[in-house]
Structure formats: structure tokens, C-alpha cells
């Protein structure tokens, strides 16, 4: 059985203020998460190894975006979000 049957996905987004490195001007910006919750009972036909590892399953959250543009028109850099943060437990 594959991990993604044991959650349910969706899209979510979250604001976040991040500064430019290249012009230093800072912005707010929309950036994707996408948030895994565990399903509320095992899928059918499941072994005992997969009852083990959905007994350890947590619900968490993988960052989708990575890259951002700069809010300056002039700049319109594009540059890496600095957290090095792609995965949240929730």
C-alpha cells in the first residue's frame, strides 16, 4: 500500500514576509502549502505493516513553492525562499 493512501490532500496557502536579497525590498507574498491529513481509518485490505505504519502516521504540511519574484518592479528577481523549512508537522 502506498503512504498517499493513508492521507487526504489539499491545497493551502499561507502569508509570509520575506526581503529580496538583491534590492533588500521586502513583501508580503502567498506561498503554497500543501497539508496531509491522516484518514480517519485504515483503507481496506491493508497487511499488518500497513496497520503499523498507519498507527505512526502524523498529519504535516510540504511546502509547494520555492521560488519567489521580487514585489520591485524594477528588480523582479527571482530568488529561493530562505527557510530551509519544506516540511511541518502539524
Known amino acids: 500500500m502506498d503512504e498517499r493512501d493513508y ?4 491545497m493551502e496557502t499561507k502569508t ?3 526581503t ?3 534590492c533588500r525590498e521586502s513583501g508580503e507574498f502567498e506561498i503554497r502549502w500543501l497539508r496531509r491529513s491522516r484518514k480517519k481509518e485504515l483503507p481496506r485490505g ?4 500497513d496497520r ?3 498507527a505512526k502516521a502524523r498529519d504535516y504540511m510540504v511546502r509547494v513553492d520555492d521560488m519567489i ?4 518592479q524594477r ?3 527571482r530568488f529561493e525562499i530562505p527557510n530551509s523549512q519544506t516540511v511541518v508537522f502539524v
Open 46 to 49: 491493508a497487511s499488518q505493516l
Open 16 to 18: 509570509a514576509t520575506y
Open 69 to 72: 519574484f521580487c514585489p520591485n
Open 20 to 22: 529580496c536579497p538583491k
Open 75 to 77: 528588480c523582479r528577481s
Open 7 to 10: 492521507y487526504t490532500e489539499r
Open 52 to 54: 503499523a505504519k498507519f
